[in-house]
């Protein structure tokens, strides 16, 4: 199914940054002013010839013109308003679009807003429950910072660019890495790296200032050190550039603020030891092999998955990812998504994605063709991964990545091959989760939509035992 293109606020937002009346863009566009108001209010979608002049019209890439950045801004909007708290009846998801058109600042305040109420619920819920400990809100800076990359589509391009520049001076090759990284350590900072086994729990990674020392529990494996020699090597080599980006996210808390220059730290890991160019270039050349690229770079499985969903930079974007990793009971403990997929706040992910059979099957890429309610088709696929506990006490802690992009990209993805995307049919009918997904003839639903009406027949029992509108 092709998507019409609604950008109306992108247009208005381009022309009224030039300074331009409709009328003058409606004389460069080559199109009638009374058309182009109507596209600028959404009543008419672009077509690609029109598309191809704005984006020459106003030296643009035409990536970040379709690139439905709003589509996310929606999924948050339409998960916040299915609360109760803001009435039983559901909003048209056309009212909720127009809504992140035309005020897309407005509504992500809204959202801040509404989250904050959550938070604060959540503890005068705990307070009731333990009256003798003082609460806390453990998640809320960890939200905050997550806001922050998402608004930032995971991709930050000082950080970027400089890591890039540091992995090709330094010739970092991924049969050779650990090596490598340890050396720029010595080097570069008179660091030495230790491994050792002792602790209970053995500590992943400790620096010690004084005497410089950047110790590593020998349960780690080679990925996993490579990715902590690297952060390391982030942070004493773009301290300014972390601090600059942690000023600039606003961030609410002092914990928030240390949250996030970890964040960015790692974030400086992964592009250390997949630098961009090279990891782009790769990544298209295998049709986006993942299990090539492990080889080839001396990464985990998950380390690459994360940096395929970070291939955003103007000019040399690649796929747009969605990435995911799930535990074994079904909480969400990562998500990221470049795409119009959406992932919930509150709950887990859709009992249909294959990120959740990826436990049974362990070791096994898991492929899957899936379309969501709206219509657009996805490419998913899913792995399980576990990271030893290193004693009889502390078993394997296991989850489940998974990667997927629009079925638009299939042709630069080797596990399209095999796929039966003509056939509609063939698509698994996923949504986002339970309580904001639509669909009402799921045999996997835990719930009703919230919001929705739901009827008993206290006669007759069908799979799902209520029948919902």
Known sequence: MIKKLFLGYKLRRLR????????????????????????????RPLTVPVLLRIAKTFDVELASLVDDEDARLVGDLREALADPVFGAEPMRVSELRTAADSSPELVRRMLALYRSYIQVNERLQWLSENLSVPPSAPNFPYEAVRDFFYANNNYFDSLDEAAERLALAEGYRGEDLPRQLAETLRQRHGIHVHT?????????????????????????????????????????????????????????????????????????????????????????????????????????????CHRLSTLQRPGAR?????????????????????????????????????????????????????????GTSYICIARAVARRGGAYSRPDRRYAIGLGCEAVHAHDLVYASGLDLADPAAATPIGINCRVCERTDCHQRAFPMIGGRISIDENNRNVVPYESS
């Not at 003058?24 to 058309?35: H, I, N, R």
């Not at 030891?273 to 986006?288: D, G, K, N, S, V």
């Not at 998500?335 to 070791?363: D, I, K, W, Y």
């Open 16 to 43: 009224d940054a030039r300074k331009l009346s409709q009328a003058a863009l409606a004389g460069l566009l080559d199109v009638s002013p009374s058309y182009l108001n109507q596209i600028e209010n959404n009543q």
């Open 196 to 304: 050792v086994a002792e602790g209970d729990p053995p500590a992943l990674r400790s620096f010690d200032e004084a005497s410089r020392t950047l110790t590593l529990s020998a349960w780690l494996d080679q990925p996993s050190r490579s990715f902590h020699m690297a952060h390391r090597i982030g942070i004493l080599e773009f301290r300014d550039a972390i601090e600059a980006l942690v000023t600039q996210a606003k961030l609410p808390s002092e914990d928030a603020r240390a949250i996030c220059r970890v964040g960015m730290a790692n974030y400086l890991a992964g592009a250390l030891m997949m630098p961009y160019r090279l990891f782009a270039e790769q990544a298209r050349l295998t049709r986006h092999d993942i299990q090539l690229l492990q080889v080839r770079f001396g990464a985990s499985f998950e380390q690459v």
């Open 318 to 374: 690649g796929v747009p990812f969605y990435f995911v990793r799930v535990d074994m009971a079904g909480n969400i403990t990562k998500r990221h998504s470049a795409t119009s997929f959406h992932f919930t706040r509150f709950g887990g992910a859709c009992p249909l994605l294959n990120v959740h059979e990826a436990f049974t099957q362990p070791g096994r890429i898991l492929t899957q063709f899936a379309r969501m309610p709206e």
